[in-house]
C-alpha cells in the first residue's frame, strides 16, 4: 500500500512523508495513464507474497490468454519463483501482525482507510497536508482494488508543489 511504499522511501530517502506519498500517486498516475492502450495484467504485492508460484502461474496464463504473449518454453519453477521473489524485502507487517488496531479514517467503498501514525505535530498544518495527501493515497490504492483507477475517466487528484 502506499503508507508502505511511503514510509520504505522516507526511511531511505530520507524524503517526508508528503513528499513520499505524493511520489507515490505520480507514478502510479503516469504508470496507469502511459498504458491505457496496452493489455494489462494486475497483481498486488500482497497476492504476490502470498502464493508466489500460484500468482505467478496465473500471470503467465493471463499473458498468454488475454495479452496474446507466447507461453513459456519451459514452465517456472519453485527455485526460479523463489529466486526473483525474496519475501524478506516486504517491510511492513500483515493485517493482524502484531500490528495495532488502527482506527478507520473513512469508508471507500468497500475499502476501509485507517489512520497512522504521523511524526508531525498533531494539528499542525505540515501535519494536515500530510494526512491530506495520505488520505488522497489511499483513495487511489483503494480505487487500484476496485478497479476504478483503471479506466480512462477516472479523476485523478490534483496536486500542488510546494
Not at 17 to 29: A, F, G, K, Q, S
Not at 80 to 97: C, M, W, Y
Not at 113 to 139: C, N, P, R
Request: hydrophobic share 35%.
Amino acid at each position: 500500500n502506499p503508507l508502505s511504499v511511503a514510509l520504505s522511501l522516507k526511511t531511505r530517502q530520507g524524503f517526508d512523508l508528503e513528499h513520499t506519498l505524493r511520489l507515490w500517486i505520480v507514478y502510479n498516475m503516469k504508470a496507469i495513464q502511459n498504458s491505457n492502450d496496452l493489455c494489462r495484467v494486475l497483481s498486488n504485492n500482497e497476492r504476490i507474497l502470498d502464493n508466489p508460484s500460484a500468482e505467478v502461474q496465473r500471470i503467465s496464463d493471463e499473458l498468454t490468454s488475454k495479452c496474446n504473449v507466447p507461453k513459456p518454453s519451459q514452465l517456472l519453477n519453485e527455485e526460479v519463483i523463489s529466486n526473483f521473489i525474496d519475501v524478506s524485502l516486504q517491510h511492513s507487517a500483515k493485517k493482524g501482525d502484531m500490528e495495532k488496531e488502527k482506527r478507520i479514517l473513512i469508508q471507500h467503498g468497500d475499502c476501509e482507510i485507517q489512520d497512522y501514525d504521523s511524526e508531525l505535530e498533531m494539528g499542525s498544518i505540515k501535519q494536515k497536508t500530510e494526512k491530506e495527501m495520505y488520505l488522497k493515497a489511499m483513495t487511489i490504492f483503494c480505487d487500484l482494488g476496485n478497479g476504478d483507477a483503471y479506466k480512462t475517466d477516472y479523476s485523478w487528484p490534483k496536486l500542488s508543489y510546494a
